[in-house]
């Protein structure tokens, strides 16, 4: 599919805003780090060879009876019990009295004078999951280790596991409701403004009695009944956000309707549904992407604000709110505020430069050099 001459035009403006530029190549790296979370953090690992034969413990459930364990339960691969199976090829009682010390010696390829046929495993560069508790001394919350590089949370959670996966979260979740919430809202404005008249006095009244509605006491009365859960939230979000679009939306098609093209067009046959989305809202895009910054932003307030309240995803969930929550009852551990703090800074400034690029490449009067 060509592209056309005006969004050439436009690809150009936003690559001559260097901040925009530099904001998204940024965005996009971290994005995609934060995709591929599960072969980065994980408290499985990501390959194991045992007895000649490949394991994906991040894909699949292997119980520990897989790797001549004695439990049905999945297995706890941290565990030196665990990792001593796997080495040894699953030879269990040496590995039930020392483990790290048969571990040791089957390195030699035997152990107690048996061969065995060695087992190994690929770890992730943070071999910690965001929901397991980390096996560290001292009291929770632990500071920095080398081992943990952004300490842990109160309940001794890696917190840069947490940081990478609720990165992740926080950016689907703010996508999702954004890509809906533009969706319902420039419909409903495109309606209102286009046709006008008894339609649009009627959807003012529906508007003003529907952003009247306490959010909160929603959310509240909702999860209540049905359980916290992230489709629900992010069903919630569009239900309330859809609205700041339309006021926007409407005051820029109540203008355009009345243009001689707008007037022409209907003479010549062309349908509504063409004249509005064909004509009158390329034109109204920039207006409409004036809002996105906010969109974005507001999204991932949202979603922090309600975690923050305790109303937000289920407590197991990485999230960027919680952990905020946490830095704000654990004063004595500075780590975890400047943590959530650079988090969102970062994540909150390369949005809104990367959408500020994008309305300014909308806008046929700004021509960057």
């Given at each position: ?41 994980n408290d ?24 001549g364990g ?85 309940t001794k ?213």
């Open positions: 599919m060509a592209i056309s001459a005006l969004n050439k035009r436009r690809w150009r403006n936003f690559k001559s805003n260097r901040r925009s530029w530099y904001s998204l190549w940024i965005f996009l790296i971290l994005f995609g780090i934060s995709l591929c979370a599960e072969f980065i953090a499985k690992p990501i390959l194991i060879q045992y007895r000649g034969e490949y394991f994906t413990p991040i894909f699949h459930f292997y119980p520990e009876t897989a790797f004695d439990f049905k339960t999945e297995a706890i691969y941290r565990d030196p019990e665990v990792k001593c199976l796997i080495v040894t090829g699953g030879l269990a009682d040496p590995c039930y009295d020392d483990p790290e010390g048969v571990i040791a010696d089957a390195q030699d390829g035997e152990v107690d004078g048996q061969k065995i046929e060695k087992g190994w495993a690929i770890w992730p560069l943070i071999p910690y999951g965001y929901s397991r508790p980390v096996d560290v001394p001292g009291a929770a919350p632990s500071p920095p280790t080398r081992d943990n590089w952004l300490g842990t949370d109160d959670r890696d917190v840069l596991a947490r940081v990478i996966y609720g990165f992740r979260l926080s950016i689907i979740f703010t996508l999702i409701v954004t890509t809906l919430t533009s969706i319902v809202g420039i419909a409903a404005g495109a309606v209102q403004g286009f046709f006008g008249g008894w339609i649009d006095l009627i959807f003012q009244r529906i508007l003003e009695i529907w952003t009247a509605i306490p959010q909160l006491y929603v959310i509240i009365i909702l999860f209540a009944i049905l359980g916290r859960s992230f489709w629900l939230l992010v069903f919630v979000a569009v239900l309330f956000g859809w609205p700041s679009l339309v006021g926007v939306v409407r005051a820029e098609f109540l203008r355009a309707r009345n243009f001689e093209y707008i007037r022409a067009a209907r003479a010549l046959g062309v349908s509504n549904s063409r004249i509005m989305f064909r004509h009158v809202l390329p034109n109204a895009m920039v207006a409409t992407l004036t809002l996105l910054p906010f969109l974005v932003t507001g999204a991932i307030g949202t979603l922090a604000s309600l975690d923050f309240l305790g109303f937000g995803l289920p407590s197991s969930a990485p999230s960027l709110g919680e952990l905020t929550l946490q830095a704000k009852s654990n004063l004595q551990a500075p780590w975890l505020a400047f943590t959530a703090f650079f988090t969102f800074a970062i994540m909150l400034s390369l949005l809104v430069f990367i959408f500020e690029g994008i309305r300014d490449a909308f806008d046929p009067r700004k021509t960057f050099k």
